[in-house]
């Protein structure tokens, strides 16, 4: 059986992805290209792996790029409760403009706990760049650090999506779209 026959439907194809990436990547540039020093790009592991991959590349600007993790889902679609840090940074954020790279927002506590990590060591500003936001999910509000700016590619309905990074029961990342699984894949 293929993996396109686990779908049930697609929400946002590889080109319509890639087109918004492109643009992101544009106005990031725009944004960033008088700050006196380079940002530093940091990928939330590992939802956001592909969508890095591919903002990273269009970004025309010196920048630096790391990893981030916090544990907050378990292996199906409920939260495990409140998240934490399960892998830092290589780098030093003191001082930095730091932009976190993340799939998708849904209840916001991931982020919240990484831009409070993030703030705590001392980055100057933290803005968001997030492929979906599902802002009908939302319990904890994001509040960005200094002048960051909150980054998304498309609003997601409140369905459990797959695809472009992001998985169900640790499957389905590889998938270069985004959508929903047929119901009996969600087991
Ligand atoms: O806004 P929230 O409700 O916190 O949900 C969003 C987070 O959930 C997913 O990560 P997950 O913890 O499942 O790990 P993963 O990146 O390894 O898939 C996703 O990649 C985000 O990081
Ligand atoms: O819809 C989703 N899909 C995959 N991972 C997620 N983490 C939060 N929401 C989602």
């Known amino acids: 059986m293929s993996l396109d026959s686990h779908i049930e439907k697609v929400l946002w194809t590889q080109d319509q992805i890639l087109d918004r990436v492109t643009q992101i ?8 290209n008088a700050a006196p020093h380079p940002p530093l790009f940091v990928g939330v592991a590992t939802g956001a792996l592909l969508f890095f991959a591919d903002l990273v590349r269009r ?32 780098l030093d954020v003191k001082g930095k403009h730091v932009v976190l790279v993340e799939d998708i927002v849904d209840t916001g506590c991931t982020l919240s706990c990484l831009i409070a990590h993030l703030e705590a060591k001392g980055a ?20 960005l650090v200094g002048d960051g700016k909150f980054y998304k590619g498309f609003e997601c309905p409140d369905y459990f999506v797959v695809g472009y990074g992001m998985d169900f029961a640790e499957l389905y990342r590889n998938l270069p779209y985004i959508g929903v699984l047929k119901p009996e894949h969600y087991k």
């Open 59 to 90: 970004i025309q600007l010196p920048l630096s790029v790391d990893l981030v993790r916090a544990q907050s889902y378990g292996s199906g679609t409920l939260s495990n409760g409140a998240p934490s840090v399960s892998l830092d940074l290589k």
């Open 124 to 143: 100057s500003s933290v803005s968001i760049c997030a492929f979906l936001d599902k802002p009908t999910r939302r319990k904890v509000p994001i509040k």
């Open 25 to 32: 990547a544009s106005q990031i540039t725009h944004d960033f």
